[in-house]
Nanobody, 118 residues
């Protein structure tokens, strides 16, 4: 079974950027979808973004459109989430996810903390 591992979280100030990376433990097939969910403090997990391995089609939550960009590198089995103009409400644990259906929730990484101070 595919395993996913995130990296790149941290503490930033409002308006700054962070890049999260996720690497899969094995080569991913074309129909696989990689994505990101997040869980803000005291709230439930929510979808952030996803990308199809084969076509590169992307999906975004309305709250991050225009600020976050998801991309993938099929040769490296990685997905990257570029987060720009971060705001305090983006503070959350971010999870890399994967699966064969959208939104991808079959496999989860361990999560990485992103904290945005005002």
């Amino acid at each position: 079974q595919v395993q996913l591992k995130e990296s790149g979280g941290g503490l930033v100030q409002a308006g700054e950027s962070l890049r999260l990376s996720c690497v899969a433990s094995e080569r991913l097939y074309s129909s696989y979808i990689m994505g990101w969910f997040r869980q803000p403090p005291g709230k439930e997990r929510e979808f952030v973004a996803a990308i199809r391995q084969g076509t590169g089609r992307t999906y975004y939550a309305d709250s991050v459109k225009g600020r976050f960009t998801i991309s993938r590198d099929r040769t490296e089995n990685t997905a990257t989430l570029q987060m720009d103009n971060l705001q305090p409400e983006d503070t959350a644990i971010y999870y890399c996810t994967g699966g064969s259906s959208y939104p991808p929730q079959a496999t989860w990484g361990q999560g990485t903390q992103v904290t945005v101070s005002s």
